[in-house]
């Protein structure tokens, strides 16, 4: 079979790119059907990515590279778990993806399916386009001639740093969020925002702490052989994931701290509010409880009768006002 006349017309549905790639160089493009017969040639590896595939598509793949049939079943669902399992001589990874999108985290999952002379790359959801990743990699041909464990450490790697953007959005969000909420009195849209960022987070943090174990495992070689000259590299993807997830601990615990500066700012609010009533209702009770008492119309109260008496009751009444408000106001409650 010749490499050179495997080109199509273009990709079949599901599949995004499909080549196969011999001393780090690219020999050609491969169809789906053609793929295992390239995969088993010696120092030759088959690289295909696919995006959403449907059933049809997974078990044509699977006859090709002789797929465990649980992965497949896997594969071909979304909602799946970080992990690295290991079925006979293959593996198979999977990582989820993040992207940011209406200022809300989505995510997403890419399935990997690793052997001897074959990468099989599954997305869905939200995620970036590998096609970077592959370029990279042709553009690199002494790292791709490292084989299939190179392809694997690019995509995590791409995977990895992918995280960063989102962190650094979600950042600048919350140091605006916290230079208003310490400003000005916090607003109920901002303190939504910081719960659901929170809430994001956490999800975030879920999907990125499985894939440090991911990485120690390929760099460990406790599963199918890593060449030693790869190590490094996936030491390097695990360092990068301990740097997200600090990085996730530390944007949560700043997010808790905003949430419960606005919490407190609104307390705050509330009793500056609470006190500045209960000091005009001092003020007001007392030209209330003098015009009760001379309300009460009792016929012996000697100062009726006084030619002063009106105009000395609304100077005491008014003296007694200005002194509460003067000390009221000198205590910071008006």
Wanted: with cysteine.
């Amino acid at each position: 079979m010749n490499a050179s006349n495997t080109a199509s017309a273009g990709p079949e549905p599901g599949v995004v790119a499909a080549a196969v790639y011999a001393g780090g160089k690219r020999l050609a493009d491969v169809g789906i059907d053609e793929a295992g017969a390239f995969a088993a040639r010696p120092d030759h590896v088959v690289w295909i990515g696919l995006h959403e595939p449907s059933l049809a598509l997974l078990a044509r793949v699977q006859r090709q590279f002789d797929l465990h049939p649980l992965a497949i079943e896997d594969a071909g669902k979304a909602h799946q778990y970080p992990k690295l399992e290991q079925y006979g001589d293959g593996l198979f990874i999977v990582a989820r993806t993040a992207q940011m999108e209406n200022g809300r985290i989505v995510f997403g999952e890419t399935h990997l399916f690793v052997g001897k002379g074959y990468v099989l790359s599954i997305r869905h959801g939200a995620s970036s386009s590998y096609a970077q990743v592959r370029e990279r990699c042709e553009a690199a041909p002494h790292g791709l001639s490292e084989g299939e464990d190179y392809i694997v450490y690019a995509i995590l790697d791409f995977i990895v740093d992918n995280y960063f953007p989102v962190l650094a959005t979600i950042n600048a969000e919350v140091e605006e969020i916290e230079d208003h909420i310490l400003a000005q009195t916090p607003e109920k849209a901002h303190v939504d925002r910081l719960y659901a960022l929170r809430r994001d987070l956490l999800r975030l943090g879920n999907a990125v702490a499985p894939l440090v174990e991911v990485c120690q495992r390929l760099e460990h070689t406790e599963v199918m052989p890593i060449d030693a000259a790869m190590r490094p590299h996936f030491r390097d993807v695990t360092d990068h994931i301990r740097r997200v997830h600090e990085s996730i601990d530390t944007l949560r615990e700043v997010l808790a701290f905003a949430f419960e500066a606005s919490l407190m700012n609104g307390q705050m609010q509330q009793t500056y509010i609470t006190r500045r009533l209960a000091a005009w209702a001092a003020i007001l009770a007392v030209p209330t409880a003098i015009a009760g008492i001379y309300g009460m119309n009792f016929e012996h109260m000697p100062e009726l009768k006084w030619r002063y008496g009106y105009f000395v009751v609304l100077g005491a009444t008014a003296a007694i006002c200005v002194t509460l408000y003067w000390r009221f106001r000198r205590n910071g409650w008006l």
